[in-house]
Each structure stands twice: as structure tokens, then as C-alpha cells.
């Protein structure tokens, strides 16, 4: 199903402004539930439990989740739910507009004290990102867009860069696969590690860095948001092939993924692609 050009809802468009003001709220709300179980630089106070592969999920992470899927199922009681913390239901796949979240994106950062954890909440209309809030606690920044709104931090309106060339350009991502990059289209500049998924990709919006490259395996959870802040900073998410990625579908998992200025994009995903089969075998 192509879902690019799917127009958004009247009755939806009508009230983007005030739902993504709603949203926003909420995210610093449940940033503060966080931030009572976080300790900087030391481990969190909150008993960590561990998923099947071995990713840790803590209660912090459970009692945003429960926080928020009250509040934002009460704010649009219509719409489906989809988070990383909640059980999935099937039921979600019916529905036009859906909630994608990430009660807490960059759980080993928070667990062990660091800063570069973030809270995400997405809409996605038919699949396609709409709305988009990523809220840093530490840091105290917020990242949030709506589909015709544009894309601020902390109310200041922000674009990506018009870097264009990965020669030069400042990219983040997994190590390994910046080393892998930089040895096939180098040089340019490794920003530093933001574990944070969502964080990595707001600060591509912003102009912090000018792309931003993830491994195989990222969830819908982990960029809706993340996305649609993209979109309306003028920047580009796509997976290997310059596919737009597309959300709640049956399977949540995406392949790899860069995000930047359309033309920088385009050029990562070709450069990852080339690199694929190497990338398959080292990470």
C-alpha cells in the first residue's frame, strides 16, 4: 500500500494543534516520572528486569507506559496503541491513526546514569508519521512537530542543514558502522554517540548533526516520532533503497535506516546499501 501521498483527515488537521500542545504536556509530565527514578552517573533506583535477547527494561520504563497510555488513550480515545513496554495487540492494524511510543527510548543510558535517554510519542495517520514529540529530561530539551506545523526545540523553530556530501558531513550512529562508512566515503566528522534512537534522529533535525545512520532492527517505537520532527525540518528518513520507512504494520522491525538534508539522505542509504553485505557480517 503506498501510503506517501495518503491526505490527512480534515477532522484530524483541524485538531493537530492543540492534540500536539496536549502531547507535549504530557511528555514533560512523564519525563518527570522518569526523572524520579534516574541518578546521574550512577544506577537507577528503579529495579531493572530483562527481555528475552538480554535488553534491559526497567520499572521506570513500566511506569511511564502505564502514565502515558492512560493520558494519551483519554486524549483520543479512537485511536490504536502501539509501545515498546505494552503488550501488542492485533487491533491496532484496524485503525487510521495510532499512537507509536517509547515510554523511555535509551534504556541502558538511563539505567546507568547517562544522559542521552528520551521519552518518544508519534501519531501516525495510515502509517505515516503526523505528529512527533521527543523529550530529552536531562537535557531539557523538546523536540515536537505536527504535518504542517513545522518542527521546534523548545518552541524555537528548527531546520536541518543543507549538507549534501558525507565527505565532511558530521554523522552519528552505531560505531562500528560509522568506522565502516568513514573507511568506504571518508572522511568526515563522528559526532558523538547518542544511544537514543529518536534523540540521534531529532538532533539531525535541528542541525546538531547533519545525518544520522542506525543498524537493522530499529522498532516503529524508536523513529515515529523521531520522523515526523524530521519532516517538518525539511529532512528526509529513509531505509536502504530511498524506501520512506511506513508504520504499524504487522511487523514493527525496520531494516537500516538514515536520516539528513534529502540529498545527504539518499547518498547514506546507497553507501549503507553498498556496504550491506560487509555490515551483515560485522555488526
Do not use: C
Not at 139 to 164: P, Y
Not at 183 to 211: C, K, N, T, W
Amino acid at each position: 500500500m503506498h501510503l506517501v501521498n495518503t491526505p490527512i483527515s480534515p477532522d484530524f488537521t483541524e485538531t493537530l494543534p492543540g492534540l500536539l500542545t496536549s502531547v507535549r504536556e504530557l511528555a514533560l509530565e512523564a519525563g518527570d516520572i522518569a526523572l524520579s527514578f534516574f541518578r546521574s552517573g550512577h544506577q537507577t533506583s528503579a529495579a531493572i528486569h530483562y527481555k528475552d535477547g538480554g535488553s534491559p527494561v526497567t520499572d521506570a520504563d513500566f511506569a511511564v507506559d502505564r502514565f502515558l497510555k492512560e493520558k494519551l488513550r483519554a486524549l483520543a480515545p479512537s485511536f490504536g496503541w502501539s509501545s515498546e513496554e505494552t503488550e501488542d495487540d492485533p487491533i491496532r492494524l484496524k485503525s487510521r491513526h495510532v499512537w507509536i511510543v517509547d515510554p523511555i527510548d535509551g534504556t541502558r543510558s538511563f539505567a546507568k546514569g547517562d544522559q542521552d535517554w528520551t521519552i518518544a510519542i508519534g501519531v501516525v495517520d495510515q502509517g505515516r508519521p503526523v505528529l512527533g514529540v521527543v523529550h530529552a529530561p536531562v537535557t531539557r530539551e523538546t523536540f515536537d512537530a505536527g504535518s504542517g506545523l513545522g518542527a521546534r526545540l523548545n518552541s524555537v523553530v528548527i531546520k536541518v542543514t543543507q549538507t549534501a556530501e558525507i565527505r565532511n558531513a558530521r554523522i552519528g550512529g552505531p560505531r562500528r558502522m560509522i568506522d565502516l562508512l568513514h573507511e568506504s566515503h571518508g572522511p568526515f566528522e563522528r559526532a558523538p554517540r547518542i544511544h537514543s534512537l529518536a534523540y540521534r534522529m531529532a538532533r539531525v533535525a535541528d542541525g546538531g548533526i547533519d545525518g544520522g545512520i542506525a543498524n537493522a532492527g530499529a522498532h516503529d517505537w524508536d523513529i515515529a516520532a523521531a520522523h515526523a520532527i524530521l519532516n517538518e525540518a525539511g529532512g528526509e528518513l529513509l531505509s536502504v533503497g530511498g524506501i520512506v520507512p511506513s508504520y504499524n504494520k504487522p511487523s514493527t522491525i525496520h531494516g537500516m535506516i538514515a536520516a539528513g538534508h534529502k540529498p545527504l539522505a539518499h547518498k547514506l542509504t546507497v553507501a549503507l546499501s553498498v556496504s550491506s553485505e560487509t555490515a551483515a557480517k560485522v555488526f
